[in-house]
C-alpha cells in the first residue's frame, strides 16, 4: 500500500498560480499511477489529471487543460499540480490519488486517496 499526504494549497487571487504537491511513502512510488481530484461543496468529485508511472504520458481535464500541469519525481516520492490562471470554479478540496495501473482517468481505478488540502481562488 501507498500512503498520500497533499500540501500546497491556500489562497489564492484569480488569475493567479498555486503548487500542490503529494508526498507519497509506503510501497515503490514509481509502481504507481498518480492522479489528481477535486471536490467543490455540494457536487461529486471529478477527475482533474493523471500521470503514467514513469511520467511520460498525462492526461487533463477539459476544464484544466492549458492551465494545470501535472509531473512528478520519483526521487522524492512526489507527484505535483502546478496550477496556474485559477478561476473561482477551481475553488476546491484537492486530493491526491494512486492507482496500480500505468494511468487511470476514473476514480474507481484508485486505491489509495489522500485526505486533500484546500484550493479557495478568490475574485
Known amino acids: 500500500q501507498v500512503q498520500l499526504v497533499e500540501s500546497g494549497g491556500g489562497l489564492v487571487q484569480a488569475g493567479g498560480s498555486l503548487r500542490l504537491s503529494c508526498a507519497a511513502s509506503?510501497?515503490?512510488?514509481?509502481?504507481?499511477?498518480m492522479g489528481w481530484f477535486r471536490q467543490a461543496p455540494g457536487k461529486e468529485r471529478e477527475f482533474v489529471t493523471a500521470?503514467?508511472?514513469?511520467?511520460?504520458?498525462?492526461y487533463y481535464a477539459d476544464s484544466v487543460k492549458g492551465r494545470f500541469t501535472i509531473s512528478r519525481d520519483n526521487a522524492r516520492n512526489t507527484v505535483y499540480l502546478q496550477m496556474n490562471s485559477l478561476k473561482p470554479e477551481d475553488t476546491a478540496v484537492y486530493y491526491c490519488?494512486?492507482?496500480?495501473?500505468?494511468?487511470?482517468?476514473?476514480?474507481?481505478?484508485?486505491?489509495?486517496w489522500g485526505t486533500g488540502t484546500q484550493v479557495t481562488v478568490s475574485s
Open positions: 490519488a494512486a492507482t496500480d495501473l500505468q494511468i487511470a482517468t476514473t476514480e474507481r481505478w484508485y486505491n489509495y
Open positions: 509506503g510501497r515503490t512510488f514509481s509502481s504507481y499511477g
Open positions: 500521470i503514467t508511472r514513469s511520467g511520460v504520458q498525462t
